[in-house]
């Protein structure tokens, strides 16, 4: 791959009512019923939002539809009640877990998340507060909110086996951390699509959950010159992203996600690296 084009200053401007009106046609409540949000959308009880936005987050990987059946599966061995399945769950339940599995992640795997989230619930209420706790820690370490969840995270249940800790990515060893800035773009923001039931942190501190789709978008755009799908290139994406809107730098998630699967709103006018693929 030969050296990115970037857009000059006026250029880049120049893009936000595009984009703008990308996110204001995608981010509608049609959305929700192809997307693994649906998940905490199908809940009312605050903690089960929580809950299964938090697996349907960390297993969105790979086509959507299979995502979403997967995610279904897993909440069907709960009853559909993952509040009530991890705060009583005991080695009685170990086999509604057996025989599960979606991509990397095996029982296993799911056996040591819902036991983690289990001293979660009990030492700290909910999900949020103990989200709170981590971003306060990394305030005061001036570390990344995701590193010091990850560390927060294992560190209740040390013996979990490195297989499953690999399903929480760690920005400190440069992943894109996707999947859980995903999950907090579901619960941070406000719209049609996202809930905004959390509200520990503003939206203006989120970074844009990127894949391998929003990357190949950004690029052709401009708006990425970096050519690895790291968390430098994270950093990279949220600043142009935050110039377009300081507030709420992460709704072009929408716009970006839709260039990828929509080609009717693509407008070459705006491609500066056409030839991406």
């Not at 880049?12 to 959305?31: A, N």
């Not at 970096?226 to 990279?236: F, G, S, T």
Request: with cysteine; aromatic share 12%.
């Amino acid at each position: 791959m030969s050296k990115l084009s970037t857009p000059s200053k006026k250029k880049l401007i120049s893009l936000k009512p595009y984009l703008d009106s990308l996110v204001q046609k995608i981010e509608v409540k049609d959305f929700i019923d192809n997307d693994p949000i649906q998940f905490m959308h199908a809940f009312e009880d605050k903690t089960d939002q929580e809950l299964a936005g938090f697996f349907a987050a960390i297993m969105a990987w790979g086509r959507r539809d299979i995502v979403i059946a997967k995610v279904d599966d897993l909440l069907k061995r709960m009853s559909y009640r993952p509040t009530e399945f991890i705060q009583n769950f005991s080695e009685s339940d170990v086999p509604d877990l057996e025989t599960f599995k979606h991509r990397t992640f095996k029982p296993i795997d799911i056996y040591w998340l819902v036991k983690i989230l289990q001293s979660i619930l009990k030492q700290f209420g909910d999900f949020e507060k103990f989200w709170a706790e981590c971003y306060q820690q990394a305030k005061q370490e001036n570390r990344e909110l995701i590193a010091v969840f990850h560390q927060r995270f294992f560190e209740l249940h040390p013996e979990t086996p490195q297989r499953t800790r690999k399903h929480i990515s760690n920005p400190e060893k440069n992943s894109s951390v996707k999947r859980l800035y995903m999950y907090l773009r579901w619960c941070i923001r406000k719209s049609e699509v996202d809930l905004g039931i959390w509200d520990f942190m503003s939206p203006a501190e989120l970074k844009i959950p990127l894949d391998v789709h929003v990357a190949r978008q950004a690029r052709k755009l401009g708006l990425l010159s970096r050519k690895q799908n790291d968390w430098k290139a994270v950093l990279e994406l949220t600043e142009k992203l935050q110039a377009l809107d300081p507030d709420d730098p992460a709704k072009y998630d929408f716009a970006l996600f839709g260039l990828g699967i929509y080609p009717e709103f693509v407008d070459e006018g705006f491609m500066v690296n056409p030839k991406i693929s």
